[in-house]
């Protein structure tokens, strides 16, 4: 059997396709009750200056352009772009789409919102978090408003303090269109640790992922935003508003402030 081995980051194309593949993009339904959502939490009205970081195949990028927003999208799956083009094209709506990284932005005082859903910050090493952040500040407009939603490990309280639970592994097998997968998932130093083993037998081929993502807690999330210069003014568990607690939060609205 041919083998191949993955170690997961967004930037790799093996990853980008796994991910459309065995995770896939919410629908238009899903995407118009979430943009509902973020009007409603954070009154909305077109015409606003949005920045949507981490677009993928540009789904929320295109509602909003649906809705009057002037848009532009940035993500570093190319495969994801195209197809976020293609959709922005049958919808009838102009986004500008970019390759770029976060920690690459140019802009200045460009934007009135920048979004960030779905939001994996465990990928990225300390000092490019940083800059990722401090970047994202810098293209806001004065009192401008960050929408960070959250996906990715959390930290919660007690889990310092049992590290016999942080190694004990979760293992699961699962048989998906003629393929086997087997996953391990287990916590070690502050990171959820992830391997997965996808076994296919039609195309003689195994392929190996491996995952470790960094889990935040709610305060180092905040300390994150703050040190940035983005006040978070809202902590929520989730868009519907209810409140952040140390071990379900989700959902951070900030504002741009002077550093």
């Known amino acids: 059997m041919k083998r191949k081995i993955v170690h997961w980051r967004w930037e790799d194309p093996d990853a980008q396709q796994s991910f459309a593949e065995w995770v896939g993009f919410p629908d238009r339904a899903q995407t118009a009750q979430e943009i509902d959502q973020i009007e409603t939490l954070l009154v909305l009205r077109p015409p606003l200056r949005v920045l949507d970081v981490g677009c993928g195949t540009g789904r929320q990028a295109i509602e909003l352009a649906r809705r ?12 994801y772009l195209e197809q976020a083009r293609a959709q922005a094209r049958e919808a009838g709506v102009q986004v500008a789409f970019r390759l770029q ?4 932005l140019l802009e200045c005082e460009a934007y009135d919102l920048v979004l960030a859903f779905n939001h994996t910050l465990g990928f990225m090493e300390a000092d490019e978090l940083a800059e990722h952040m401090a970047r994202i500040r810098q293209a806001l407009v004065p009192g401008g408003t960050f929408l960070l939603h959250l996906a990715g490990p959390r930290r919660v309280p ?3 303090s049992a590290p016999a639970a942080e190694s004990s592994p979760s293992k699961n097998w699962a048989e998906q269109e003629g393929r086997f997968v087997l996953t391990e998932k287990r916590f070690e130093e502050g990171y959820r640790i992830e391997d997965c083993i996808v076994i296919d037998t039609e195309a003689s081929e195994i392929i190996e992922y491996h995952e470790r ?4 807690s709610l305060e180092e999330v905040i300390a994150l935003l703050e040190g940035a210069g ?6 929520l568990a989730d868009l519907a508003g209810a409140p952040a607690t140390a071990d379900r ?11």
Do not use: M, N, W
């Open 213 to 216: 993502q960094r889990a935040f």
């Open 158 to 160: 007690g889990a310092e």
């Open 101 to 104: 990284r976060g920690a690459d």
């Open 249 to 259: 939060f989700g959902t951070f609205v900030c504002r741009k402030v002077d550093p």
């Open 230 to 235: 983005l006040a978070p003014i809202q902590c």
């Open 68 to 79: 009057g927003y002037h848009v532009v999208g940035i993500d570093v799956a190319s495969p």
